[in-house]
């Protein structure tokens, strides 16, 4: 898979929670979750898990 792709995730996911101080976890998560599930569906087939482990670690 793309660095250029995975580094785009960060980005958005790193804007998603700068932006969302002063909201609560649960409306975070709510965000978040659409945004990571669209993005692990259109890659399911490139070893997105593998990918989503080195975030999460």
């Known amino acids: 898979m793309a660095n250029k792709l995975i580094q ?9 929670f700068c ?3 002063d909201r609560s976890i ?3 998560i709510a965000t ?7 993005w692990a569906n259109y ?3 490139t070893g997105v898990k593998g990918v989503f482990e080195k975030l999460d670690g």
Do not use: A, I, Y
């Not at 785009?8 to 998603?16: D, E, G, H, I, P």
């Open 26 to 28: 649960r409306t975070s």
């Open 8 to 16: 785009r995730l960060k980005v958005n996911f790193k804007m998603l």
């Open 19 to 21: 932006s969302s101080k």
């Open 43 to 45: 890659f399911r087939h």
């Open 32 to 38: 978040l979750t659409p945004k990571r599930m669209g």
